[in-house]
């Protein structure tokens, strides 16, 4: 957003260049406060955007000297606006996204306004990545040769052609979008990896918008936006919901963070990664605890690291829990905008001193090669124990690090066929290896020591079997470019890592079949079998349903277990089944080997070459129709598009809120559930309630594609919410996507029992423990809830984006009282629950509970901000957005 009329700071904008006085910035410096210079690069970001926009109505003088006091407000609860530049979408979120603005233009012009008016102000990116599946890969393509031992598939082309079979009513709709909007940018399917084509292509580090340079920022709805802070570009992940109204000019309300200073020394090994570093990363601040904080790098470790390098660890803030990470411009950050072609003017930003909330340190000497798992991103293991590690999760109670599996069925050994060829299974066994996900493909250093890997293991004889599933999915055209013509994709290709598509793939769970004979075995044998990816997120359930066990690791090392076959192997001290003799430190490439083909190979052009033509290389995207009105004309017959019902019935008068009487609990869960528990993204299994509802439309199984692509039909949507098979329900005490339905004591699909309290006009509460809503923004685990008739959340804590979310739909998250669980308070989850909302209400208050035991007991009430307490009087943020361009 550029600079606002009657803005009481104009004072300080000044030219860029005194021979264009056209072009402008506000010159931050001219406020002549000593508090400027000590505050956080990060909070100058804020500063900056809040002193261009104030306008003493969104953004008021008082919100520019809360931000310049920050060494005393960011302990004391101050809620400040912030107005990115830009916001960023992918098609998993950017649909539903896009689904609402259609439904609120329809929802304003019932109430009489102009539905025009529902049109992004805040120009806004939408990258289609998140649709293709890896349904072809080297067990399912057809192969050719090509003159020597090393063939090539039609895997890429195969899955591309089926993602637009399957999507094109999606694309359509999407495509609709951007011709109906203003301010909205598609970027079509087959060109990458949301972050990594934000980082290469669509990142500007320096804004330029009428007139005005100021600091490029952005939201995105994907929590792994902050991959963006290793450039000096500040972002972070938001709902669904919340990205909407920024679109729609709504400042972000948010709470002034405190600043975690992360100082990096030392000089890492030569034989260490940069996914091993961020696995490192991950669990210290899990450790020191920064949810909620803005994370600043600096140091003398800092300048060691690549830009790619940086946006790793960025990435993986959502894993440790910061709401952003953020690494300030240096001179690595201007190189690498020369090497992008995206060189332009900017000032240097990282000057050595600065206030801090608190700093910590990692001597980079101290990371060693490591994986996380086998079911959270934080759980890191070096591997020299990842041998004993899985051992003894195989036998630990059920959770995190255990499966409790008997120990006389620890040796279980399941035969099979493959291709006319006998195989054998095991605990530990890996079935799929995935070269994957925004974390790891953006890096040069990591794809071409996979790729150097590969080369060495072909020349040592070694290979992978056949049925495991390899694939290769590269964040952008640039990463199969420098594969290509370093020499390293034919060896790849070799050990079965083609390129499968460009998007992300297996970490958001559109892994696609395996092998049946492969299935047939996992299940005889009730095998905990083992997935390696180079992603982001393993949560039970999300990579692949038959995979219990799943592994982060860094490209090489997904394919080094490959090799192996299984996660039981200590690579120190065993040596591959296929040639003996051979260890992994025989064929693992040094940093200055990966360093010397990354200097000669990634180069400008190939990135010039790449993204001139970014916007219309997709032929089918460029021939696709799509209508052009201003209103949507919703097809009754779809299962992809539906007018969803959030704003039916939609006045302009308000209605008071009401306290929640007898409430029944729909679920009783434990820790860490997941947006991936509350609403899966992938495959639709053929038991379930969506699935019976879209056998009920005409669909077969094989039509029924993933949850991620339905979530602009809501009637899916809902009947997949909780609908995740590893959803641990306390009135089950088992994993099931079931509830019991209480006053019948039936057990029932979690709809169908949501479906009969809603029949009954009967609200529902969810009760829950710590770190509610981790991992994915998905605005679904908030809107799933509320269609089921959840009317609040009763929890020990949330993850920051989906407590948003909560709020934007008007579903209140209560939080347990310091010291108070529901074991403590004795709670089951049988009784009754009714929660007293009182008037006038402030932010953070506390409420009461009554139990129809007679007990009652008090909980802190959620809505943090003014700002998201006018949103919940509204009923969320969309009814509230849809008043307001109703008025006049």
């Not at 790619?308 to 690494?327: K, L, Q, S, V």
Request: with cysteine; proline share 6%; charged share 20%.
């Amino acid at each position: 957003m550029s600079a606002t009329v009657n803005n009481p700071f104009q004072h300080l904008v000044e030219p860029l260049d005194p021979k264009d006085p056209q072009q402008q910035f506000y010159n931050l410096a001219k406020l002549g406060d000593p508090r400027y210079d000590r505050l956080p690069f990060s909070i100058r970001v804020l500063l900056e955007s809040a002193v261009r926009n104030c306008d003493e109505f969104l953004v008021k003088r008082s919100d520019v000297e809360s931000i310049l006091n920050w060494k005393q407000t960011q302990t004391q609860t101050v809620e400040v606006p912030f107005r990115p530049a830009r916001v960023i979408l992918q098609d998993f979120t950017g649909v539903p996204a896009v689904v609402d603005f259609a439904a609120m233009r329809d929802a304003v012009m019932k109430l009489g306004g102009d539905p025009e008016k529902i049109n992004p102000v805040c120009p806004a990116d939408l990258v289609i990545d998140h649709s293709i599946q890896v349904d072809f890969n080297r067990n399912s393509a057809q192969f050719k040769h090509t003159g020597s031992f090393f063939f090539r598939s039609d895997s890429l082309q195969k899955n591309q052609d089926l993602e637009f079979d399957r999507n094109k009513e999606r694309f359509q709709f999407l495509k609709w979008g951007s011709k109906a909007f203003r301010n909205m940018r598609i970027i079509p399917p087959g060109s990458g990896i949301v972050h990594q084509v934000n980082l290469e292509y669509l990142a500007r580090v320096v804004f330029k918008y009428e007139g005005y340079f100021y600091p490029d920022s952005l939201v995105g709805t994907d929590s792994h936006t902050t991959m963006i802070d290793g450039l000096g570009v500040l972002g972070w992940g938001v709902g669904g919901i919340e990205a909407e109204a920024v679109m729609l000019g709504q400042p972000i309300s948010m709470v002034l963070p405190e600043v975690v200073g992360y100082k990096l020394c030392g000089t890492p090994d030569k034989l260490i990664t940069s996914t091993d570093i961020v696995l490192t990363v991950t669990k210290h601040l899990r450790q020191v605890g920064v949810v909620g904080k803005f994370v600043e790098f600096f140091g003398p470790g800092v300048a060691q690291l690549s830009i790619a390098d940086r946006a790793t660890i960025a990435n993986m803030c959502p894993e440790y829990g910061a709401t952003a990470a953020f690494f300030p411009v240096d001179d690595v950050s201007i190189q690498y905008l020369e090497q992008t072609g995206e060189s332009q003017s900017t000032e240097m930003l990282n000057k050595p001193h600065r206030s801090l909330s608190k700093v910590v340190e990692l001597d980079l000497n101290t990371v060693v090669p490591c994986c996380s798992g086998p079911k959270r991103p934080q759980d890191r293991i070096p591997v020299s124990d990842m041998k004993e590690d899985f051992e003894t999760c195989l036998g630990a109670k059920v959770g995190f690090k255990g499966f409790q599996v008997a120990p006389e069925r620890h040796s279980t050994a399941v035969p099979f066929q493959f291709n006319g060829q006998e195989y054998t299974l095991n605990h530990g066994s890996v079935v799929i290896a995935a070269i994957t996900s925004c974390t790891n493909t953006s890096n040069p250093s990591v794809m071409l020591g996979a790729g150097l890997l590969a080369k060495k293991a072909v020349e040592c004889g070694l290979s992978v079997k056949p049925y495991i599933k390899t694939s290769l999915s590269p964040g952008s055209g640039v990463v199969t470019y420098y594969l290509k013509e370093s020499g390293v994709m034919d060896y790849l290709f070799k050990l079965g890592f083609e390129v499968v598509g460009y998007g992300c793939m297996t970490c958001i769970g559109n892994s696609g079949p395996l092998p049946e004979p492969v299935v047939e075995a996992i299940t005889q044998g009730d095998l905990v079998a083992a997935g390696v990816l180079s992603g982001n997120r393993n949560f039970e359930g999300r990579v692949h349903p038959n995979t219990r066990a799943n592994y982060l690791a860094s490209p090489p090392l997904v394919i080094a277990y490959a090799i192996a076959g299984t996660v039981r192997i200590d690579f120190e001290k065993d040596h591959g089944e296929s040639v003996p003799g051979i260890f992994l430190r025989d064929i693992w490439p040094t940093r200055e080997e990966i360093q010397a083909v990354e200097r000669t190979y990634v180069i400008p052009s190939m990135f010039k070459e790449v993204y001139e033509k970014i916007e219309k290389v997709n032929e089918r995207w460029n021939s696709l129709v799509a209508p052009s009105d201003k209103l949507y004309t919703w097809d009754p017959k779809s299962t992809y598009i539906k007018s969803p019902p959030f704003f039916d019935g939609l006045t302009m008068k308000l209605q008071p809120p009401k306290s929640i009487h007898d409430a029944y609990v729909l679920l009783n869960l434990g820790d860490s559930v997941t947006t991936d528990h509350i609403s899966p993204a992938g495959n639709i299994a053929r038991n379930s309630s969506a699935a019976r509802h879209l056998t009920s439309r005409g669909l077969t199984p094989r039509d029924y594609n993933s949850y991620g692509s339905r979530r602009g039909n809501d009637a899916v949507m809902a009947r997949g919410t909780f609908a995740n098979i590893r959803l641990f329900n306390k009135f089950l005490n088992k994993q099931a996507p079931q509830t019991i339905h209480l006053p019948t004591g039936e057990t029932l699909d979690v709809f169908d029992a949501a479906e009969r309290y809603q029949q009954a006009g009967v609200p529902l509460l969810v009760l829950a423990g710590k770190e509610y809503g981790s991992g994915s923004s998905r605005d679904w685990a908030a809107k799933g809830p509320f269609l089921l008739g959840v009317k609040a959340v009763l929890a020990e804590s949330y993850e920051r984006i989906h407590r948003s979310n909560l709020v934007g739909m008007g579903v209140i998250p209560l939080e347990y009282l310091p010291g108070n669980t529901a074991d403590s308070l004795g709670l089951t989850g049988r009784e009754r629950y009714t929660v007293i909302i009182p008037e006038p209400l402030t932010p953070r208050m506390t409420v009461d509970v009554k139990l129809d035991t007679g007990k009652t007991f008090q909980v802190r009430m959620r809505f943090d901000t003014d700002v998201e307490l006018t949103y919940f009087h509204h009923g969320g943020i969309l009814n509230y957005m849809i008043r307001k361009m109703s008025e006049n």
